[in-house]
């Protein structure tokens, strides 16, 4: 079937077509405005209200005050507009959700997130944050950190029984490492720093040699098991290379505790005690003071003076007298 095009309207039925279309539209925007000016004028509409009332009211006969009025006209407005709630329901719950829909998916979102972020950093067995991983990372660190020290030590040291404590210090650390034992290895490292500092220090351990003090003693005292002992001392300080008197960790034979101390007593042989009372006893004034040396590199002083042995088991120390 072949469709033929529809004639076209003459100019003027045109015209007249479009004029009433838009009368029409133009009537119903004149409409919604007047409706929207009376919504808008509330006092001017309950003003006309009132007064209609009113009249009404009179026609009728009725003995309604214009105060009654005025307080229906308010009660009329107040229920105008009022919400109430729709009985709760399968279908209200599933409206109420769907209304809240994104709120709801990001607050699921955001627990799933906090969830999968918790477990990554708190799983007891493998989280960033959990005991085990801490403990580890701490462990790791820390034998690092000794195996450094280690390590710097054995190329300070001079003394061979420096190296080889720390020798067995290594030895230790690797046996802790074994048995992920962080104490052990914090035991050690503790162990190394005070070496360390020990290594480093430079000191010569000289006589007190001023003629108003004591250079020595002949000392008496009892043991722990009763027994009175008997030996010579030389009361002796520490000089660094400028001259200043520095405290020292000397262990008291006597008590067996160690204690910081600028001032001691370090024990000698007979001989080497005639020796140094002559010297001080000729002029007041000791000419041999030097003791021992504390050089770079080493644990312990080594003794200088003559007749002293530095193996010598019986040497003792005193703090007190």
Known sequence: MISTPSTPLPD???????????LDVAAEMRSDREMASREFAVDET???????????????GDSATPEEIDAAIEHYYQSLYTFREPTWSFSVALAHLYVRRVRLALA???????VAVGWLLFNPSSGWLSPSARYESQLQATVHDVQSLATSLQSEAVDPQATLLIQEQVARLNVAVEKRDLAT????RQQLLQWQTILEEEYEVRVVSDPKAKSGMDRYFTDR???????????VEAHTADGRVVSRPVKNAETGRTETVKIWGESVPDEVWERIKADKKSDGILDETLFSVKKRGYLAPQIQMKGVSDSDATRRQITHW
């Open 12 to 22: 003027d039925q045109l015209q007249i077509a479009d004029m009433v279309r838009i």
């Open 46 to 60: 309950k003003q006309l209200l009132r007064e209609r009332l009113l009249e009404s009211s009179r026609l009728t």
């Open 108 to 114: 699921t979102v955001g627990v799933v997130l906090a």
């Open 185 to 188: 290895v914090q035991a050690v």
């Open 225 to 235: 098991s009763g027994k009175r002992v008997s030996g010579y001392y030389l009361i």
